[in-house]
């Protein structure tokens, strides 16, 4: 069996060639991206979050609306939030991951020790890293986050932008990517004893 030769960028048309790969390989991960976007946007609109974490939820937003200058602020925290803990979900769905769980009472786990489990997933998140169990490449991962964050931003204040100084409309993006998240880890976080 005579095997296909490596790409050599250097051999006459090797460079198109290359680069035609790359381009079918960016529009792969474009379109892989795109569905797992959708996907989570659509598990979003239903009722996505286990007990716990919609308990947990509840007590995040309502501290953020006692903290913040305008109650929108809370709302889009939430939407985002969702968001992120949907990627998570899709994410474990389509390598068939999906833990068999949630019959754990709310009120019987400790939010203290989640939240603390959820800001060290979270970190490592922001590094690049996976969060605990890797389940996607953390590229996609990555790149599936990015597209989220960035659409949150688009749909919530985009239209506000040009009213806002730069450094705040900075502290704003970093706000919304923190929930998305914030969302994505604490789904990673409640599940790592169950996978």
Request: aromatic share 8%; charged share 25%; net charge negative.
């Amino acid at each position: 069996m005579v095997s296909e030769p490596a790409l050599d960028s250097s051999a006459p048309g090797g460079e198109v060639a290359a680069a035609e790969e790359r381009s079918t390989e960016d529009g792969v991960v474009e379109d892989r991206v795109a569905d797992l976007t959708f996907k989570a946007r659509a598990l979003a609109q239903a009722h996505p979050l286990s007990s716990v974490a919609a308990r947990y939820r509840n007590n995040k937003i309502e501290a953020e609306r006692q903290t913040q200058p305008l109650p929108e602020f809370a709302d889009w925290a939430s939407t985002a939030f969702v968001v992120g803990y949907c990627i998570r979900r899709v994410e474990e769905a389509d390598v068939g991951a999906m833990p068999a769980f949630d019959s754990v009472a709310a009120d019987g786990v400790d939010l203290v020790a989640l939240d603390e489990s959820a800001a060290g997933v979270a970190s490592e998140v922001r590094l690049g890293k996976s969060a605990g169990i890797e389940l996607l490449p953390a590229e996609l991962v990555e790149s599936l986050l990015n597209t989220v964050i960035s659409t949150e931003i688009a749909k919530r204040a985009e239209h506000w932008k040009a009213n806002i100084p730069d450094e705040d409309w900075q502290d704003f993006e970093g706000y919304i990517a923190w929930w998305v998240i914030h969302g994505y880890s604490l789904r990673a976080a409640e599940t790592r004893d169950l996978q």
